[in-house]
T-cell receptor
Framework: NAGVTQTPKFQVLKTGQSMTLQCAQD?????MYWYRQDPGMGLRLIYY???????DKGEVPNGYNVSRLNKREFSLRLESAAPSQTSVYFC?????????????????FGPGTRLTVL | LAKTTQPISMDSYEGQEVNITCSHN???????ITWYQQFPSQGPRFIIQ???TKVTNEVASLFIPADRKSSTLSLPRVSLSDTAVYYC???????????FGTGTRLLVSP
């Protein structure tokens, strides 16, 4: 199993450009998440999808949109990139409660996408 | 979501036991305590999770007192490869909106 995969690994954008970060998991997980991590900081939740067909805002959703394409894939879109969105973006997945999974589930993280906006 | 407080950094030497304490005074009855480890340029990795008393797995132990207002992650006999940032989080198990603080940066020296 590949676990959680993210593409691209690196990306440089100019201010105002748009792009989509892709995330896929092969663990049949119900819940998926997008985080950003700025230098020297902890991760902050951007958006999450508790189950297929649902998405909701996290702590820092402004400037982003998401799509839960199917159970495996969860994409993050920047419509008009700004320098403040320069960060490392992590996707994660977990069993979630919808599956009747264990109450003590864990999140599995992808390798991250390093995004620079000039 | 309960807020957590943990030391910003800790130093240790190879072979020593490291204990990282996290305080979470506002933990809710149905919250679990979870620790993640993050190496540079990688995503966080789950280490251990517990609800009360003591939990042990192949890499760490988690001690939780009866009042659950704090917890201690214990890493036995650390090695250089344990140099990483360790995050303490509290929240419902399964689906949960994790809140990461700045974590504890552990540096293990020879």
């Amino acid at each position: 199993n590949a676990g959680v995969t993210q593409t691209p690994k690196f990306q440089v954008l100019k201010t105002g450009q748009s792009m989509t970060l892709q995330c896929a998991q092969d663990m049949n997980h119900n819940s998926m998440y997008w985080y950003r991590q700025d230098p020297g900081m902890g991760l902050r939740l951007i958006y999450y999808s508790a189950s297929e067909g649902t998405t909701d805002k996290g702590e820092v959703p402004n400037g982003y949109n998401v799509s839960r394409l199917n159970k495996r894939e969860f994409s993050l879109r920047l419509e008009s990139a700004a320098p403040s969105q320069t960060s490392v973006y992590f996707c994660a997945s977990s069993e979630g409660l919808a599956s009747g999974g264990r109450q003590d589930g864990e999140q599995f993280f992808g390798p991250g996408t390093r995004l620079t906006v000039l | 979501l309960a807020k957590t407080t943990q030391p910003i950094s800790m130093d240790s030497y190879e072979g020593q036991e490291v204990n990282i304490t996290c305080s979470h005074n506002n933990i809710a009855t149905n919250d679990y305590i979870t620790w993640y480890q993050q190496f540079p340029s990688q995503g966080p990795r789950f280490i251990i999770q517990g609800y009360k008393t003591k939990v042990t797995n192949e890499v760490a132990s988690l001690f939780i007192p009866a009042d659950r207002k704090s917890s201690t992650l214990s890493l036995p006999r650390v090695s250089l490869s344990d140099t990483a940032v360790y995050y303490c989080l509290v929240g419902r198990g399964g689906f949960q909106k994790l809140v990461f603080g700045t974590g504890t940066r552990l540096l293990v020296s020879p």
